[in-house]
């Protein structure tokens, strides 16, 4: 996952069908000041400039159907 953006839904694609045998889910790593966390499975991105709130971010990844993973231990 990159930081705080999504891949392009057309390089995803291109992914899948180079790739049948592997599961490929789209999503992100949200950063703000106090928490770093993945979020797969995302249809639209979650970031710090549009939900700086990590609480927030959390909702909305799972409103999305996202699994939500602490990227770090701090």
């Given at each position: 996952t990159d930081s705080n953006r999504m891949m392009?839904?057309?390089?995803?694609?291109?992914l899948r069908s180079a790739n049948?045998?592997?599961?490929?889910?789209?999503?992100?790593?949200?950063?703000?000041p106090k928490s770093h966390l993945i979020f797969l499975g995302l249809s639209?991105?979650?970031?710090?400039?549009?939900?700086?709130n990590a609480e927030d971010a959390i909702r909305k990844a799972k409103?999305?159907?996202?699994?939500v993973i602490a990227a770090h231990p701090w």
């Open positions: 392009p839904d057309s390089q995803l694609l291109q049948p045998d592997m599961i490929l889910l789209n999503g992100c790593e949200y950063q703000n639209q991105v979650i970031n710090k400039k549009n939900t700086p409103a999305q159907g996202a699994v």
